[in-house]
């Protein structure tokens, strides 16, 4: 298997984004490699304020507070996992926790900084229940720069 030396993983923590993960760290070479993980959080959860069914300012206040310090935790969670493991397989480890459109926030992030490799899952498949990513559009692949792995959603 060929190794790289810097890797972009987009990755936000479902069981397709850690199969993800775990092809990341196999790609990057141990000496000197970085790994620089990407956090989108998708611009749906900032209209997440329970305005359909909250009937009152302080209400959908409490809500909104309650919905953002979950996800800060889950994310602050998702961190330190990928952290762990970069860590224990001696990469360097960046991350970056963005808030707008998957797809959009993939591609400012490459033109930020230059990566031997996008590491990416790929979309849950039907049937499964969850969130269903937009991060790979045909937009992207147009105009990204940089080879994509988009890895296999893992299957029992």
Known sequence: MNTVNSVLLASHGTEGAMA?????????????????????????????????????????????????????????????????????????YTNEIVIGEPDECLLKTTEKQQYELVVVGSPRPKGITGLRSRMMTQPVSRSLQTPVLMVPYPHD
């Open 20 to 92: 993800a993960e775990q092809m990341a760290i196999k790609m990057c070479n141990a000496q000197d490699a970085g790994l620089h993980h990407l956090i989108v959080v998708p611009t749906l959860w900032a209209g997440m304020t329970g305005d359909d069914w909250l009937n009152n300012g302080s209400t959908r206040n409490t809500f909104r507070r309650y919905l953002e310090s979950t996800l800060e935790k889950e994310v602050d969670e998702h961190i330190a996992r990928v952290k762990q493991l970069a860590e224990e397989n001696g990469l360097a």
